[in-house]
């Protein structure tokens, strides 16, 4: 019989033994609870063996030892158990204390408790047994074995009440299981002693019961706890991305909801697929390099197209056991890039179209002004009556007020679509406020208005940066400021502040004493058609399109335009730009200017060159009267031709200094002619110099003129002067003559 109880208790102590230490050795992470745990099937073991060490002993002193040492086991049991317990009811505060600290008094009462003389030895039938004597030690034991068994009762009752989750409840109950074993196995222990028998390892054999309870728990409580190893089956099973799981052979063995919904089978359906039963791939896509592929396929059931990155999953050797496939649906994406695509082209093709009717648009409102204009001063050269001069100096007028309508529309359309490029080059200020101050000073003089420029002399003069824009923003705030200022004066004021890397920060400040506005409406003085200040300016030529095209060209070159005005008694307009400097020069002392006056262009002309001979090309006749009558006074041999084919013609019979070729022409353009006037061989004109000459005044123009091979640009309509100015500087100096008083 003791042998029997040995070999179980030895049995059982082992399986405890070893069950916790492959726990122990398992668990790498190891939280409290996995100590605990650890350490609690140590006691267990430790307990039953030493117990089952006391039965089979015959010797007292040593059955006295291996209960001391068994004791030591239970004691460490007791306090590990009631640490899981309240671990798991995560009870807290005064309550928390007590149940850890009354465990505790088991330390200083184990001396007392395997004392020699509190315990009187005997054999059984079963084995070496042994009885507590009754006395202070033994009742302390007593008192201590109840308190911690209804302690541990209590939590366990208290875990059960107050948890929430299915899951706690579960830990609880079998908890509570536990207790009740052990409680169950201690009182018949001490029933029988105090009955007068000796002790039978009744609470010892219970141990084992609560340990595979307590196991369980502990598995059920691991299973279910979320942690990193089964975070990622969490994470696996939640993303709504399709995840597919495909083994080394490349069969399907696990698919996640998201995949289910998106194949429409169910996962027992979609298990043994491959991936080329789910997409349409060329070849087979688990063969790459590296660890990770992207392929995109179209799937066989849905037909949407699918971005399919593929990671290989290695085991512990490195060898592939499986591929691990998220899916991403691109559809909507990839239609939506379809979409903006076919929006961009449908777009393009409006801005081209766009593009092509302002050209055109230019070209045919440039036409007959050019006509108008061009026949009007050969009245004004031609006419001695004081009345049809005073008529063509209005006609004058209106088309150039016209003119620049035109041309602030198109420059208005070309920056709202974006068109509107710089073109940087190198520029002399000096010459550009010179130019602004003779422009301005015709029209103050004829309002009685004082026009004063404030430059400082070493202003740097040399700068680069797009001259035409810079002159456009400039001029359009002083054309302002002369316009809307009834009496006093205008003030141009230049300062100038160097800055790093060779680059100069200028304010041009234009001052006028004239209606000024009203602080409400600074803030839309910038804004497209508007005019403010309606009852005062309507007398006033203008399409309020002026400064909102300063603004926008002035941020294109990264300035600013800013306004200070008191109404009725005038405004500062500053505009502020950044350019770089290209050399050491100054802008130097302003000249007075020569006053122009309306009548010069019935004066002489700019110069005489009997023998210049110069071709003008245009398939519209007027223009070519208009031409022909504007160089009438320089004396020049003008040939007039109709067609690019009879320019190539003329070229090739005769020498010709310049060309003036019209842009567009049917049959072949302007273009075309000079491409072909190149690659002529017998070409008597090969020397001429070609000036294209053109309606086509959008900006850029020019630099697209110069870099297809012309010498340089005039737009129409043209005036008698700049056409005189051009012609001067691409004759051969040899056959002008300049007339006294030109420039
Ligand atoms: P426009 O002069 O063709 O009307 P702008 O865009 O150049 O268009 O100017 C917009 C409005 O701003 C003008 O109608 C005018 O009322 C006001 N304005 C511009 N410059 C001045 C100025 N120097 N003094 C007073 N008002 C001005």
């Known amino acids: 019989m003791k042998e029997f109880l040995f070999c179980l208790l030895f049995g059982l102590a082992c399986v405890t033994y070893f069950v916790g230490l492959g726990y122990g050795r398992k668990i790498t992470r190891k939280s409290v609870i996995d100590k605990l745990y650890f350490l609690s099937t140590l006691f267990g073991a430790g307990w039953g063996l030493f117990g089952g060490l006391v039965l089979m002993q015959t010797d007292e002193d040593m059955a006295a ?191 996640n909801n998201g995949a289910t919904i998106f194949l429409g089978l169910s996962a027992e359906e979609c298990c043994k697929l491959r991936l080329e ?125 016209l003119l620049v309508i035109i041309n602030d529309i198109l420059d208005f359309s070309k920056i709202e679509s974006g068109m509107m490029e710089l073109v940087e080059k190198p520029y002399a200020l000096g010459t550009l406020l010179q130019d602004l101050q003779t422009e301005c000073s015709v029209r103050a003089e004829e309002k009685g208005l004082a026009l004063r420029f404030v430059v400082p002399e070493d202003t740097p003069g040399a700068l680069i940066g797009d001259e035409v824009r810079v002159r456009q923003v400039l001029l359009n705030i002083l054309t302002n400021a002369v316009k809307y200022t009834m009496k006093g004066s205008v003030t141009m004021t230049v300062s100038y502040e160097r800055q790093p890397q060779d680059m100069v920060k200028l304010s041009f400040a234009v001052e006028d004493t004239g209606i000024g506005i009203k602080p409400e409406n600074i803030g839309r003085l910038f804004g497209k058609f508007d005019r403010i200040n309606e009852e005062q300016v309507h007398a006033i030529e203008g399409t309020g399109l002026g400064l909102s095209i300063v603004d926008r060209l002035v941020s294109l070159m990264n300035g600013s335009v800013t306004v200070e005005s008191e109404y009725g008694h005038g405004s500062v307009f500053t505009v502020v730009l950044r350019q770089k400097i290209a050399g050491d020069e100054t802008v130097g002392a302003m000249q007075d200017q020569p006053k122009r006056h309306e009548g010069k262009a019935a004066s002489g002309p700019l110069f005489v060159a009997p023998h210049a001979r110069i071709l003008a090309v245009d398939d519209n006749k007027v223009n070519l009267a208009v031409i022909r009558g504007l160089l009438r006074k320089t004396k ?108």
Not at 333 to 358: G, I, T, W
Not at 384 to 398: F, S, V
Not at 674 to 684: A, I, T
């Open 65 to 255: 030892l291996f209960r001391a040492v068994g004791m030591l086991h239970i004691f460490g049991l007791l306090i590990c158990f009631t640490h899981m317990m309240i671990f798991w009811s995560n009870v807290q505060g005064r309550m928390k204390r007590w149940t850890a600290g009354f465990v505790w008094l088991g330390v200083p009462l184990y001396p007392f408790v395997i004392r020699r003389e509190n315990v009187a030895f005997e054999m059984t039938t079963y084995g070496m047994s042994y009885r507590i004597r009754p006395g202070a030690a033994s009742t302390a034991y007593a008192v201590f074995c109840a308190a911690v068994a209804v302690n541990l009762f209590c939590l366990s009752v208290y875990m059960v009440r107050r948890c929430v989750r299915k899951r706690e409840k579960d830990i609880a109950y079998s908890l509570m299981m536990c207790v009740v074993i052990v409680g169950f196995g201690c009182a018949l222990d001490t029933t029988l002693q105090l009955l007068g028998f000796a002790a039978f390892p009744a609470s010892t054999l219970g141990q084992f019961v609560a340990q595979m309870v307590l196991c369980k728990t502990y598995l059920f409580y691991n299973g279910s706890r979320v942690t990193l190893e089964n975070m990622s089956k969490f994470v696996y099973y939640s993303v709504d991305e399709p995840v597919f799981l495909f083994d080394e052979t490349g069969r399907l063995c696990i698919v």
């Open 277 to 401: 039963d789910i997409f349409v791939l060329k070849r087979d896509a688990f063969k790459f390099r590296g660890n990770k592929n992207r392929v995109e396929a179209r799937c066989w059931q849905r037909n949407n197209i699918c971005s399919i990155s593929i990671d290989k999953i290695y085991d512990d050797y490195q060898d592939i056991i499986g591929y691990i496939v998220i899916v991403h649906d691109v559809t909507e994406r990839v239609r939506m890039l379809e979409r903006l695509e076919r929006e961009k082209q449908r777009a393009d093709r409006a801005n081209e179209a766009k593009s092509a009717f302002l050209a055109n648009m230019s070209h045919e409102i440039r036409t007959p002004i050019n006509a108008v204009m061009g026949m009007n001063e050969m009245i004004l050269r031609e006419s001695a009556e004081p009345d049809t001069l005073e008529y063509a100096r209005n006609i004058q007028n209106a088309s150039k007020t």
């Open 636 to 743: 020049a041999q003008v040939t007039c031709v109709t067609s690019g084919r009879e320019c190539l013609e003329a070229a090739a019979g005769e020498r010709y200094d310049v060309i003036l070729l019209d842009h567009m022409m049917p049959v072949m353009d302007g273009i075309e002619t000079l491409e072909e006037f190149g690659r002529m061989p017998d070409n008597k004109s090969g020397d001429a110099r070609v000036i294209a000459l053109t309606a086509n005044a959008m900006a850029g123009v020019r630099e697209m003129y110069l870099e297809k091979g012309f010498d340089d640009y005039l737009s129409k309509p043209i005036e008698g002067a700049a056409l005189e100015k051009l012609l001067v500087k691409y004759l051969p100096p040899e056959l002008v003559q300049l007339q006294p008083g030109a420039e």
